[in-house]
Nanobody, 126 residues
Framework: QVHLAESGGGLVQAGGSRRLSCSAS????????MAWFRQPPGKEREFVAG????????YYADSVKGRCTISRDNTKDTMFQQRNDLKQENTAVYYC???????????????????WGRGTQVTVST
């Protein structure tokens, strides 16, 4: 069975930074598209950033461009999300997800991913 585990969440002051991690077991990241999503309180889950399965392309939501950097270590089956200049509206549960077959037009859709972690809470205070 596949297992994804997010870590690195916590409380951070506005303007601060945080690095989130997603570690996989039971599957290798090497042949999978993978992505970060977030779900703010009372809102729908939304795309943050992700990798395509091939080519190593990175995709970022407009809302986080310039403030977010994702990286991927296939050897360790780990994905990272570096967030800078966090704002209160960034408060959310952050999830990682991956799937073997995701095309570009569907990368931002939660339903495109079969495998999900349980999420890690990031709370940004003023």
């Amino acid at each position: 069975q596949v297992h994804l585990a997010e870590s690195g969440g916590g409380l951070v002051q506005a303007g601060g930074s945080r690095r989130l991690s997603c570690s996989a077991s039971g599957r290798s990241f090497a042949a999978y598209a993978m992505a970060w999503f977030r779900q703010p309180p009372g809102k729908e889950r939304e795309f943050v950033a992700g990798f395509s399965r091939t080519g190593g392309y990175k995709y970022y939501a407009d809302s986080v461009k310039g403030r977010c950097t994702i990286s991927r270590d296939n050897t360790k089956d780990t994905m990272f999300q570096q967030r800078n200049d966090l704002k209160q509206e960034n408060t959310a549960v952050y999830y990682c997800a991956f799937d073997r077959d995701v095309i570009t037009s569907c990368l931002r859709l939660p339903k495109s991913y079969d495998y999900w972690g349980r999420g890690t809470q990031v709370t940004v205070s003023t």
